[in-house]
């Protein structure tokens, strides 16, 4: 460091000389010297460098000057000056280069000086705040300037300007490019300020640009047609346009949609190319899954942007099929890519219009100039259209489809045949649909399309993608056209067993035989079985998890179909591989696995005499895992109601039952998670289901295990739960002490016994409303002390009942729920909330407005409990209540804000609890997800409005906004670089902010990670490139280093490797 700063003063003695070369000299040597990275300054030498410079910006040497002023820009991170320093540099140099550029006497100076705004601009935009509408005001005459290289730099630093400008400069700039665009003087200003505007796009985001100079090139003549520059911009233009307004679709629909088609038949190939690419665009904004960006009343009077282009879809095929039989294979390729998008984007669109586009597809898969990426296209397009259209709609064009697509399945090239065959299987589909009747006569093209696939199936020696795809493609002739193939049928399986035994081609194989096991044809498998099914049941110990999947599935289809053509030791062979296979770590496997023994015991029941031992021990022990639910325990009941029937040897009701129970019976195995009581209690339910007869008795049993005093809380627990799943489907009503055993539960010290009792009472009131509902009304009514757990039954019957047995006690439900949404206690009004909600979606129509009338209650409880209703009738799915809905969130968000803060006495205290807290921390854990999901739709800086209002908030809602901040450090960091100085003042306010010194451990603990988490924001935007010339960031930064407690979280923060994997938040 001394050797640097002797060399260095060394330079700045020269740069006092009287003679200007030393002068240039030294200054060319300085800036050569603070570009290096590994430059270090002691304070002292800073301040000398910065004064010399800011001396040298005045120098009489015009050169001299500006190498001053390039040396300022080139490195400015090494001089950490003082914020007035960097303003009177700015200052000087701003002033100089503004004159410069608008006197316009000389261009090389001009340019010049453009060239140093524009860079200056780009490393120091945010400092220049001030001068932003001095700059802007000489640089847009520049636009008309006659000199386009002046022209194009002012372009440069307008681009450079926007990123960091405001709002006010911001729509002056575009205002003024949009007044001047509309006056279209001339072709080459056009161009111009159409270029400035795409430039501004590009750094600045989505701007609405509302005219497009499309035009039609009829008006102007060949010599002097420069026009087609302004078409290929202002489609440019548009495209970009299109590509991040998603909210205007239904806006794009009307004006640019049509522009945009009109145009397909320019003339000038690249204009064409873009005019392609910005519909491709507008289609791809168009995808369904945008469905719920669109305006709901919009919906309603279908203008969705759907609609909106299946309207524009004859235009757009009108349009198309011209240019599909062009020369230029570009302009064919579009179209394809064109086609295949619309039929994504709207399946079924073509059905009318199949007969003027297969010719066109025809024409490019003929031509010998055709490219081979052309005829990939074609090929993709022609697969797109098969699978989302109807197959008579393809009827009439088989036979001039079959010829082409056969000729590129033999093509030499490997991709092109790979297109090609998986066009052909969907051809396959289409000439004998097998899911609807059809009086197409298929026979003439099997011949065809079998030789060119056998010949691929064959070849040993090509790609493995066409191996593939070969197989699958023979797969769907088999199943859709077996029974026509006759002596070719045992041939082409024998190649099938081959490639069974070939690790590459096995998964594929074992799919494919999977789709002809399940064929309607039933087509003869028998010569492959006795060697397939051993294969088979060797995948099932592979470590591959597909072909485990893949396997089980084609055994399964197998033991369906074929299960007279299976021996009993072909069976035994894959039961030997199923234990493994039964486990909690894989719970998709051990389903799959578990169905297939469903299988087997309704079709071959005669083998289940086998699975007794292992296999039964991992099923049992399944059970127990507090990981079954979903698909795999609705599998595992299916199970054992298959198994029970089956009357074999030792696996009757009783013995299943024994194994179920025994470990909470006997006590020697202790089951720790509360989940696995459910599931025995679901899987003695579904046993006692499928043997009725068994009922009463085992019933009995579970009812005296409740009332014997000398229960364990386990066994308590169990047979409250197995009564509740028994009672579900069984009419329960005999039992005549049923109802007062569980109220003598509701007694029990325990407290899952308690809630056991309360979901068994609800439970069992499903399996006999009349029976059992009025009793549970009647007992809220009359216990008060038990009503929490009577409201627990309650929802149970809610929310499992069938509607139409629920109907005619809706409103003596409703009436005794409104009275108790006024508790005092909160966990009652949230089951209340809960009962309300659920009940409101049986009858929407009635219950919602009556639900939102009370959103005037003068009760703050009711509404609580009204709103709180409200999120219980919103879900993932479909329901009646949806379109409802949406006129009563607005009442329902304004209600909420007279919720947020409520006074809560605790003896002479009073405490103010925050009530809007949690709709606030799920708000932000919301905002955390749309970073994530969609960035592009939001708006940037509104949304760092919140984010600031977050870093003020309460402790979790702190911890959520650092996090965010981490994120967007990364994702957006130039706006987040605007507004660097407002996001530094809570953040320093936060690591400032000392607890009280008679404070719990736990407020220390939390204000401890409070300055964890606020340094990690800091660190994260001082990743930001120009965050450190923020004026409060080196403020804060100092203050940092000055306190040895912060910089030592500092440290251990950027020294911390992981902490890059820190800014992932669980919102679950």
């Not at 009109?262 to 204009?271: M, P």
């Not at 195995?669 to 046993?687: D, E, F, G």
């Not at 005092?824 to 309300?836: D, I, K, P, Q, S």
């Not at 807290?917 to 708000?923: C, G, S």
Request: hydrophobic residues 40%.
């Amino acid at each position: 460091m001394a050797s640097a700063s002797y060399h260095i003063s060394n330079l700045l003695e020269k740069m006092t000389s009287s003679d200007k070369d030393f002068r240039f000299m030294a200054t060319n040597d300085l800036m050569t010297e603070l570009q290096k990275d590994s430059i270090k300054l002691d304070d002292d030498s800073e301040r000398k460098v910065v004064k010399m410079i800011l001396k040298l910006l005045e120098d009489k040497n015009g050169e001299v000057q500006n190498l001053a002023v390039k040396c300022w820009v080139k490195r400015p991170a090494c001089l950490f000056i003082c914020s007035a320093l960097a303003a009177n540099v700015c200052k000087k140099i701003t002033g100089r280069l503004t004159s410069a550029i608008a006197k316009q006497e000389d261009v090389s100076v001009q340019l010049e000086a453009l060239d140093i705004m524009a860079d200056m601009l780009s490393r120091q935009g945010g400092l220049l705040v001030n001068f932003h509408p001095s700059i802007l005001t000489c640089l847009l005459p520049q636009l008309t300037s006659p000199r386009l290289a002046v022209r194009k730099r002012t372009i440069i630093a307008l681009g450079h300007l926007v990123m960091s400008c405001g709002n006010i400069v911001f729509v002056d700039l575009i205002e003024h490019l949009l007044s001047e665009l509309s006056k279209n003087d001339s072709m080459s200003t056009t161009r111009t300020y159409i270029q400035c505007i795409a430039a501004i796009s590009r750094q600045a985001g989505p701007v609405y640009i509302k005219t497009s100079p499309l035009g039609s090139d009829d008006e102007y003549s060949d010599d002097d047609d420069m026009s087609w520059k302004v078409r290929r911009a202002a489609a440019k233009c548009l495209d970009a346009v299109v590509s991040t307004r998603h909210e205007m679709l239904p806006e794009f629909y009307k004006t640019v949609s049509p522009a945009l088609i009109s145009r397909f038949k320019e003339r000038e190939e690249n204009v064409k190319a873009d005019v392609f690419h910005a519909y491709l665009s507008l289609l791809k904004q168009t995808r369904p899954v945008q469905s719920w960006l669109c305006d709901p009343d919009a919906m309603e009077q279908g203008e969705t942007p759907l609609t909106m282009l299946q309207s524009q879809v004859p235009n757009i095929v009108k349009a198309l099929h011209k240019q599909m039989k062009e020369k230029s294979v570009k302009t064919r390729q579009c179209c394809f890519n064109m086609l295949t998008e619309l039929v994504n984007v709207l399946p079924g669109a073509l059905t009318q219009h199949i007969p003027v586009l297969v010719p066109g597809i025809i024409f490019s898969l003929n031509d010998k100039s055709s490219s081979s990426n052309l005829k990939i296209d074609a090929l993709s397009c022609l697969y797109v259209i098969l699978c989302n259209h109807s197959p008579q709609v393809f009827h009439p064009h088989v036979q001039a489809l079959v010829p082409p697509v056969v000729a590129c399945v033999g093509d030499p090239f490997y991709k092109i045949t790979s297109e090609a065959l998986l066009v052909t299987q969907q051809l396959v589909k289409v000439i004998r649909p097998l899911d609807q009747p059809s009086s197409f006569d298929a026979t003439p093209y099997i011949k065809d399309l079998f030789a060119c696939t056998i010949k691929r199936l064959k070849a040993a020696d090509i790609d493995q993608e066409v191996k593939e795809r070969a197989i699958s493609c023979m797969g769907q002739i088999i199943c859709n056209l077996g029974d026509n193939l006759g002596s070719d049928l045992p041939n082409t399986l024998q190649i099938f067993l081959e490639r069974l035994k070939n690790e590459i081609t096995r998964l594929t194989t074992v799919k494919a035989l999977t789709l002809i096991a399940g064929s309607p044809l039933k087509i003869d498998l028998r010569p492959v079985l006795g060697e397939g099914v051993p294969i088979l049941a060797s995948f099932l110990r592979k470590n591959q998890r597909a072909l485990k999947l893949g396997t089980l599935s084609a055994l399964d289809i197998l033991i369906k179909n074929y299960s007279d053509s299976l021996t009993a030791a072909m069976i035994d062979a894959v039961l030997d591989e199923l234990p493994p296979l039964i486990s909690e770590s894989d719970m998709h496997v051990s389903q799959m696995a578990i169905s297939f023994l469903t299988t087997l015991a309704k079709v071959y029941p005669s083998s289940l005499s086998k699975i007794s031992g292992s296999i039964l021990n991992e099923l049992i022990g399944l059970v127990r895992s507090p990981l079954l639910q979903g698909g795999a325990l609705s599998a595992m009941l299916d199970f054992f109601q298959a198994l029970v029937v089956t009357g074999t040897n030792n696996l009757g009701y009783m013995d299943l039952l024994r194994m179920l129970t025994g470990p909470v019976y006997s006590q020697n195995t202790a089951l720790t998670h509360k989940q696995s009581y459910y599931s025995i209690a679901k899987c003695v339910a579904a046993l006692t289901r499928a043997c009725p007869k068994e009922g009463p008795a085992v019933v009995g049993q579970f009812i005296q295990d409740v009332k014997n005093s000398r229960s364990t809380d386990s066994i308590r627990l169990l047979a409250l739960l197995s009564l509740g799943e028994v009672g579900h489907h069984i009419d329960l009503s005999g039992q005549l002490e049923l109802k007062s055993v569980i109220l003598e539960a509701f007694s029990s010290p325990s407290e899952e016994v308690k809630s056991a009792a309360s979901y068994a009472l609800g439970s069992i009131s499903v399996g006999n409303l009349p029976e059992y509902l009025p009793f549970v009304l009647q007992e809220i009514t009359s216990q008060p002390k038990r009503q929490y757990l009577l409201l627990h039954s309650l929802k149970e019957i809610i929310s499992s009942a069938s509607v139409v047995g629920l109907k005619p006690y809706v409103e003596n439900i409703w009436a005794l729920l409104l009275k108790h949404c006024e508790c005092a206690e909160e966990g009652t009004r949230n089951v209340v909330a809960e009962c309300l909600g659920k009940l409101t979606l049986i009858d929407p129509e009635t219950l919602l407005p009556r639900l939102k009338g009370y959103l005037i209650s003068g009760s703050s409880y009711a509404r609580s409990s009204v709103v709180t209703a409200v999120k219980f009738t919103i879900s993932d799915h479909p329901q009646p209540i949806d379109p409802l809905l949406k006129n009563c969130i607005g009442k329902v968000g304004s209600s909420q804000k007279h919720l947020e803060f409520s006074l809560v006495e605790m003896g002479p205290f009073k405490h103010t609890v925050d009530d809007g807290l949690d709709i606030r921390k799920a708000a932000f854990e919301c905002m955390y997800t749309l970073l994530d999901s969609c960035l592009d739709r939001l708006d940037i800086f509104e949304f760092l409005n919140h984010v600031e209002d977050g870093l003020k908030d309460h402790y979790d809602i702190k911890m959520l906004t650092f996090l965010m901040l981490v994120r967007l450090s990364t994702l957006c960091p130039s706006a987040v670089l605007q507004r660097l100085d407002r996001l530094v003042e809570p953040l320093r306010a936060t690591c400032t902010t000392k607890v009280k010194a008679n404070s719990v451990k736990q407020e220390f603990e939390k204000q401890d990670e409070l300055k964890r988490s606020a340094m990690r924001a800091v660190a994260a935007l001082l990743t930001i490139p120009e965050a450190e010339k923020s004026p409060l960031m080196s403020e804060f930064q100092s203050q940092i280093s000055s306190n040895p407690e912060l910089a030592a979280i500092f440290e251990s923060i950027q020294k911390d490797s992981s902490s890059t994997n820190l800014e992932s938040m669980d919102t679950s």
